[in-house]
């Protein structure tokens, strides 16, 4: 099993930052995706950002330009930058990887979620 722990939510003025990190732990032989999804009270969740191993990224409408994911492959971390934050980016944001664990298959995993508010 993969356990995902995430951390850097908060409440945060709107223009202003944060940083969210997620650390995989557990017999992990490979992670291939690294992504972060948001849900908001009353939406579906959805796509914020996505990192494959090789480092190409992709990133939902609302947040480009604003939002930048990374990872460190050696850490098993995935980290996403939050700048210019609006009000409509309050959400709860869940960890999500696509990896594969000693004597299983890939798959996905999900973190418990993190609360980021802004204000306006």
């Known amino acids: 099993q993969v356990q995902l722990e995430e951390s850097g939510g908060g409440l945060v003025q709107a223009g202003g930052s944060l940083r969210l990190s997620c650390v995989a732990s557990g017999n992990i032989l490979s992670i291939n995706n690294m992504a972060w999804f948001r849900q908001a009270p009353g939406k579906q969740r959805e796509l914020v950002a996505i990192?494959?191993?090789?480092?190409?990224?992709n990133y939902g409408d609302s947040v480009k330009g604003r939002f930048t994911i990374s990872r460190d492959n050696a850490k098993n971390t995935v980290y996403l930058q939050m700048n210019s934050l609006k009000p409509e980016d309050t959400a709860v944001y869940y960890c999500n990887v696509f990896a594969k664990v000693i004597g299983g298959n890939y798959r996905n995993y999900w973190g418990q979620g993190t609360q980021v508010t802004v204000s306006s």
């Open positions: 990192i494959i191993r090789g480092g190409n990224t």
